[in-house]
């Protein structure tokens, strides 16, 4: 099953407010790597996270990877319409090298 | 301009029917997968691939399978024994063999249609 749990599967905001997506997992994690994948295209590379508490940003994008590395996050301050999209989380645990998706949080944002 | 081609974009198939899909990388990566993504369902791993003449099952590898003879190309055979081959199947690459440590880059996609 899923190694990682991505909450919620949907989220729907104005433009202009903010979002967030979660990710979670049971077991602690070696690193985390965050994607966006465009309606009709493919996932993209965002950013790896790979120290406990490691915060970065990237324009209105912050991510977050827990104190535990059994948790991140990533949130867009005030969306914009180029923000639509699904956002995947992926891992991979200790010592297993195959990485792993979340099921994706999909993003509509009305302008 | 380096990237990672997927062919065809579209791909329509009868039951029963043996179909590859095409997965051709020019960034000179080692390592290359195959993902089945399905509404809901993220991105499952079928099949990768870490050097050239090796590969190894994914989380879903049962009715595919995989060749990697040269380092561009890792072509996908949906067999007639996959149940439910409808999906969209993408194909990626990264610069180490260790998933995680480096990112995916990922092709544009085959939608495979099996009725």
Redesign the interface.
Known sequence: G?QVM?IP?YQHVQEGEDFTTYCNSSTTL??I?W?KQRPG?????LI?LVKSGEVKKQKRLTFQFGEAKKNSSLHITATQTTDVGTY?C???RGSN????????TLLTVNP | DGGITQSPKYLFRKEGQNVTLSCEQNLNHDAM?W?RQDP??????IY?SQIVNDFQK??IAEGYSVSREKKESFPLTVTSAQKNPTAFY?CASSTT?????S???????TRLTVT
Not at chain 1, 41 to 45: A, E, I, K, T
């Open positions: 899923q991505q599967q070696s690193n790597q994607y295209g493919h996932p993209v590379f790896q995947f992926a891992a991979i090298y195959k990485l792993t998706f979340g099921k994706g | 997968y993902y809901g369902q993220g991105l499952r791993l990768y994914g989380d993408l063999g260790a998933p995680g440590n990112p995916l880059h990922f092709g544009n996609g």
